[in-house]
């Protein structure tokens, strides 16, 4: 098993800037893609950032040039850099990778999406 926990969020006013990470842990062997998604009351959850596990990133068009997503493969952990944060912004973040796991009972590997619980980030106009 693997698990994800976001950290970060908060309350912010408009223009400011905030910087959300998520730390994988558990039985892991290996992460490939690694990702920032957001989910806004009554809406449904949109992508916001990926990244690879060479560092090849892809944004979602509302929010190219003001994030940035990094990850740092030694700490098993993604980041999200957000700057000039807007009320539209306003939702909560979820992280998710591709975690090769251990499976204990059968001793072996095997590819599986992971979500996190999400953090909220709220932006005030």
């Known amino acids: 098993q693997a698990q994800l926990v976001e950290s970060g969020g908060g309350l912010v006013q408009a223009g400011e800037s905030l910087k959300l990470s998520c730390a994988a842990s558990?039985?892991?062997?290996?992460?490939?893609?690694m990702g920032w998604y957001r989910q806004a009351p009554g809406k449904l959850r949109e992508l916001v950032a990926t990244i690879t596990s060479s560092g090849h990133t892809n944004y979602a068009d509302s929010v190219k040039g003001r994030f940035t997503i990094s990850r740092d493969n030694a700490k098993n952990t993604v980041y999200l850099e957000m700057s000039s944060l807007e009320p539209e912004d306003t939702a909560v973040y979820y992280c998710n990778a591709d975690i090769l796991v251990g499976i204990t009972t059968t001793q072996t590997f095997e590819w599986r999406a992971t979500w996190g619980r999400g953090t909220q980030v709220t932006v005030s106009s």
């Open positions: 558990g039985s892991i062997r290996s992460i490939d893609g």
